[in-house]
Each structure stands twice: as structure tokens, then as C-alpha cells.
């Protein structure tokens, strides 16, 4: 069986929420962030260089890092074309294109506002960058249930979970109606209600 390391509520949780959504069953081996140790005390270091999750073992003992490589992997493996479109397809790239717009512009602007070294000029810069960057998803969403149409791709697993964390650093996406009927819809569906459990996000 497969073995996802990940930190509750991180962008883990995306790679987390796939499996789910492909029906796929993953050990979970939860990593604190802060010592940089596994559950069992080991020192994540010795088991991924990086540091950072989600990582993923395979079956055969290779491993996989870079989560929205990891989201494709575990569909791929799945064989679900409805998370990931078939390989040569424009809906695949649509998707991809998502994906690395979540993982370049979105996801890596949170850096400096979990940094407690952050200076509170640099805070601000990247809270208003990040604030006008989910104006521009948010309108994207309009007239569509997910961010390529009416199917789930890999990417909305991305989107929810990158969104989520505004709350904790304080950039307001409460006036983007698309954008939270979005998280709504998301945060209902059975496999992500799961995924969250898991990670002790929801009771």
C-alpha cells in the first residue's frame, strides 16, 4: 500500500482528497512541520531531503514528491480521466494549466505570511497580490461548478485547500461569491468530508 506523508490541513491535503476521489487506500504518516519528525519520531530528513510534504512511497519503493505531481500520479494510477483528463487531451492541459497557476502564483504567495520573519511591509505586499489574484479566480468560476466546468479535477482539490488558508493569514475572499459557493460545493463532497476527518479538520 502506498504511504502519503503529510501535515494536517497542508498542501498534503490535496494529494489526500485525490486518493479519496480515486477510491484509492493510502497509510498516512503525519509529519509535524515545525521538529520536522514523522508520528514515530523519525527525522523527516533521513526520509525526504526536501523536508516538505506531501511525499509519497510507492508500492514498488520509489517516491514521489511535489504535490501537484502527486495528484496526477494518483489519478494516472487510478485511471480516473474524470481528476485528470486522458494524456494528449486540452482538457488535460486545462487542467495542468490550473495546476501550476495554484502551485506558481497562489500556493508559494503564502510563503512570506506563514513566515514569522516576515516583515509586515512584505505581509502586506503579498496579502494585496494574493487578494487581487483570487478576484481574478473567483471570476474565472462564474457560471462554472469547478475551475474546468462541471467535472472535479485534481486542480479543485488544489484550489480548496490553498483557498482555505486565508483565513489564517488574513486575506479576505469572503466577498467572492463564486469562490465560496466554490469551497462549499467542494467541502460537501463525500471523498473531501473524508479527507478532512483524517486529518482532524472537521469533527
Known sequence: MMKLYFAAGACS???????KEADINLTL???????????DGTDFYTINPKGSVPFLLLDNGEYLSEGPIICQYLADFAQNTSLIPAAGSM?????MEW????????????SPL????????????????LARKFTWVSAQLDGKAYLTGEQFTVADAYLFVVSNWTKYVGVDISGHANLQQFLQRVAARPAVYAALKEEGLVA
Do not use: C, G, M, W
Not at 482538457?91 to 487542467?95: H, K
Not at 495546476?99 to 503564502?110: A, D, G, M, R
Not at 514569522?116 to 494585496?128: G, I, L, M, V
Open 91 to 95: 482538457a488535460r492541459y486545462r487542467v
Open 13 to 19: 491535503l490535496a494529494p489526500h482528497i485525490v486518493a
Open 114 to 129: 506563514f513566515n514569522p520573519t516576515s516583515s509586515a511591509d512584505t505581509k502586506a505586499e503579498f496579502s494585496a497580490a
Open 29 to 39: 504518516e503525519r509529519v509535524d512541520l515545525a521538529t520536522h519528525k514523522t508520528a
Open 99 to 110: 495546476q501550476n497557476y495554484i502551485t506558481s502564483e497562489l500556493h508559494k504567495s503564502f
